[in-house]
């Protein structure tokens, strides 16, 4: 079954920029959507179709996906935005699948 | 503004069914723009998608919860609702409410708060 893997954590100081990856195979081939999701709230969605933002949600947010990566971005990283972060996919063979999460540390 | 609310029992007994109900305000689960799902969360660990339901009952189902599962909906009071049977303690979790954006992808762009779901006796 495809799988997609995150690191478990990821650490930056506040202003830097903050690279959460998630990998499986050909992930490029299909669009990765990104959650954010603080101690005891919903996750809430930051980044749409590999690269698109809802309304609402900040431009230091951004995606990428190629090859076998894709990329959460979070530019100029503020104390704010210290969270677990999911990626997630669907297509019609891996199903709707999430990653095992990421723990965003702000420093 | 899209709301979804669950509610339901928090604890349940082992071997018992767990039953939820998630209801929607803001949008109409009839007007067939979306598909509305339910995801869990084990305490501490990632997220877990269970299923979606269509407003016409047309169902799809995570393969590895298939046997236990069932999501139904009624239309006429804007609520969808899971029944996971025969649960054990590894069933404990936050169980989310939330819609799915359907097309070239699946997506969910609105969430409900969560409701916690222990399973002991």
């Known amino acids: 079954s495809y799988v997609v893997t995150q690191p478990p954590s990821v650490s930056v100081a506040p202003g830097q920029t903050a690279r959460i990856t998630c990998v499986g195979n050909?992930?490029?081939?299909?669009?990765v959507h990104w959650y954010q999701q603080k101690p005891g709230q919903a996750p809430v969605l930051v980044v749409y179709d590999d690269s698109d933002r809802p309304s609402g949600i900040p431009e230091r947010f951004s995606g990428s996906n190629s090859g076998n990566t894709a990329t959460l971005t979070i530019s100029r990283v503020e104390a704010g935005d210290e969270a677990d972060y999911y990626c997630?996919?669907?297509?019609?063979?891996?199903?709707?699948?999430f990653g095992g999460g990421t723990k965003l540390t702000v420093l | 503004q899209v709301q979804l609310q669950e509610s339901g029992p928090g604890l349940v007994t082992p071997s018992q069914t767990l039953s939820l109900t998630c209801t929607v305000s803001?949008?109409?689960?009839?007007?067939?723009?979306?598909?509305w799902s339910w995801i869990r969360q084990h305490p501490g660990k990632g997220l877990e998608w269970i299923g979606y339901?269509?407003?016409?009952?047309?169902?799809y189902y995570n393969p590895s919860l298939k046997s236990r599962v069932t999501i139904s909906v009624d239309t006429s009071k804007n609520q969808f609702s899971l029944r996971l049977s025969s649960v054990t303690a590894a069933d404990t979790a936050v169980y989310y409410c939330?819609?799915?954006?359907?097309?070239?992808?699946?997506?969910?762009?609105?969430w409900g708060q969560g409701t916690l779901v222990t399973v002991s006796s």
């Open positions: 339901i269509y407003y016409s009952g047309s169902t």
């Open positions: 939330a819609r799915v954006v359907v097309g070239a992808t699946q997506y969910f762009d609105y």
């Open positions: 997630q996919v669907w297509d019609s063979t891996t199903d709707l699948l």
């Open positions: 803001g949008d109409s689960i009839s007007g067939g723009a979306y598909y």
């Open positions: 050909n992930i490029g081939s299909t669009s």
